[in-house]
């Protein structure tokens, strides 16, 4: 329905009345762009505050035919040059606005080249479609001054913390840290909790949720945060992405051992969780040692799994195809997998 309106008010802004020759549909016209400042002095103390917002005046359509709300399609574009001959960054928007905090503009900025501590212009203005063979019209330029911050360097852990702050059962990593944090969890079902960038009420981050409702998997560090929450209780995966400002879960439904001994089956051998000790657990029994080595199967998966690492004892978590880790024991023996710190995932025989 949405097309048939695009397409049919296309049409009628090239169509005339049988009488008068005037258009059907008038006032498509570019937006006027505002900024709330012209000169942002970008700060760490300050990175979670509003630094800069765009506001801009939409056209007023009028026409003999009823015109949808979001018949306008804008994109706010941001360049390093007035010219905008290279765009830097395209943000799609419904609403006629668009807000940065500090953080999330010195991200763009740094992203585009600017040098912590040097003002720099950044160049913004906003494209609006009316339909695809209509052509695009551009708003004003606006030119800012930004002085950006050299980007704080994150934690190498954020801690899973209780709703009290009072207990940090377990913790996310960001092995390459670019801000992306992931690891194991085991939870009961509508647990609620923060992640902080310390084991400590005093953290200096602490992220929680959005304050509204439909924001669950939103991270917001402001006063007003929400505490988190999953519903799915039991052993999940989490990931949190401190520069998108979001997080995920997934269930853990089984982690089962394959390898030659049990003809690189996917389900014949189950490992099964101990709470107390946060271990997991399987029994092998072979009569020669593993050439190829074994892979721990996560709910089943040769695309999620944990295979070889450089260091012994250690296994990585895998998302493509590799090897499988060293078990060179003969007999039955119980292999226990130890993923409760995320940086360095263990293993070894019993």
Same mark, same amino acid.
């Given at each position: 329905?949405?097309?048939?309106?695009?397409?049919?008010?296309?049409?009628?802004?090239?169509?005339?009345?049988?009488?008068?020759?005037?258009?059907?549909?008038?006032?498509?016209?570019?937006?006027?762009?505002?900024?709330?400042?012209?000169?942002?002095?970008?700060?760490?103390?300050?990175?979670?505050?509003?630094?800069?917002?765009?506001?801009?005046?939409?056209?007023?359509?009028?026409?003999?035919?009823?015109?949808?709300?979001?018949?306008?399609?804008?994109?706010?574009?941001?360049?390093?040059?007035?010219?905008?001959?290279?765009?830097?960054?395209?943000?799609?928007?419904?609403?006629?606005?668009?807000?940065?905090?500090?953080?999330?503009?010195?991200?763009?900025?740094?992203?585009?080249?600017?040098?912590?501590?040097?003002?720099?212009?950044?160049?913004?203005?906003?494209?609006?479609?009316?339909?695809?063979?209509?052509?695009?019209?551009?708003?004003?330029?606006?030119?800012?001054?930004?002085?950006?911050?050299?980007?704080?360097?994150?934690?190498?852990?954020?801690?899973?913390?209780?709703?009290?702050?009072?207990?940090?059962?377990?913790?996310?990593?960001?092995?390459?840290?670019?801000?992306?944090?992931?690891?194991?969890?085991?939870?009961?079902?509508?647990?609620?909790?923060?992640?902080?960038?310390?084991?400590?009420?005093?953290?200096?981050?602490?992220?929680?949720?959005?304050?509204?409702?439909?924001?669950?998997? %939103?991270?917001? /560090?402001?006063?007003?945060?929400?505490?988190?929450?999953?519903?799915? !209780?039991?052993?999940?995966?989490? *990931? #949190? +992405?401190?520069?998108?400002?979001?997080?995920?879960?997934?269930?853990?439904?089984?982690?089962?051992?394959?390898?030659?001994?049990?003809?690189?089956?996917?389900?014949?051998?189950?490992?099964?969780?101990?709470?107390?000790?946060?271990?997991?657990?399987?029994?092998?029994?072979?009569?020669?040692?593993?050439?190829?080595?074994?892979?721990?199967? %996560?709910?089943? /998966?040769?695309?999620?799994?944990?295979?070889?690492?450089?260091?012994? !004892?250690?296994?990585?978590?895998? *998302? #493509? +195809?590799?090897?499988?880790?060293?078990?060179?024991?003969?007999?039955?023996?119980?292999?226990?997998?130890?993923?409760?710190?995320?940086?360095?995932?263990?293993?070894?025989?019993?």
């Amino acid at each position: 329905m949405k097309k048939l309106i695009i397409y049919t008010l296309a049409f009628l802004l090239f169509s005339c009345k049988k009488e008068g020759g005037e258009p059907v549909l008038t006032g498509f016209e570019a937006a006027m762009l505002h900024s709330s400042t012209t000169d942002v002095l970008l700060t760490s103390t300050d990175r979670k505050s509003l630094a800069l917002q765009l506001v801009w005046d939409e056209s007023n359509l009028t026409s003999a035919q009823p015109i949808a709300p979001s018949t306008l399609q804008h994109t706010v574009e941001f360049a390093a040059e007035a010219t905008f001959a290279v765009i830097a960054k395209k943000s799609e928007q419904v609403a006629p606005s668009l807000s940065y905090t500090h953080e999330q503009l010195n991200s763009l900025v740094t992203a585009m080249g600017f040098e912590p501590g040097k003002k720099k212009t950044l160049y913004a203005r906003v494209s609006t479609r009316l339909a695809r063979n209509v052509d695009v019209v551009y708003s004003n330029v606006i030119a800012i001054a930004v002085t950006a911050y050299e980007p704080i360097v994150d934690a190498q852990y954020l801690y899973m913390a209780n709703k009290e702050l009072t207990q940090f059962p377990w913790k996310i990593c960001s092995r390459k840290e670019d801000g992306f944090y992931d690891g194991f969890v085991q939870v009961d079902q509508w647990f609620n909790f923060y992640l902080t960038n310390e084991e400590s009420a005093n953290a200096s981050v602490i992220y929680g949720s959005y304050p509204l409702e439909g924001s669950q998997y %939103i991270l917001y /560090s402001g006063d007003d945060r929400w505490n988190s929450w999953t519903s799915n !209780g039991g052993y999940l995966y989490l *990931t #949190a +992405d401190v520069n998108k400002l979001s997080w995920k879960e997934t269930v853990v439904e089984s982690l089962s051992v394959t390898g030659d001994f049990n003809g690189w089956s996917a389900s014949a051998t189950p490992m099964t969780y101990d709470k107390t000790e946060k271990l997991w657990k399987a029994t092998i029994t072979n009569t020669v040692a593993e050439q190829w080595g074994i892979k721990v199967l %996560i709910n089943g /998966s040769w695309t999620w799994f944990f295979g070889a690492a450089e260091e012994a !004892g250690t296994c990585h978590l895998y *998302t #493509a +195809d590799a090897s499988g880790f060293v078990y060179d024991k003969i007999g039955t023996h119980t292999l226990v997998l130890d993923l409760s710190d995320p940086k360095a995932f263990k293993y070894w025989v019993q």
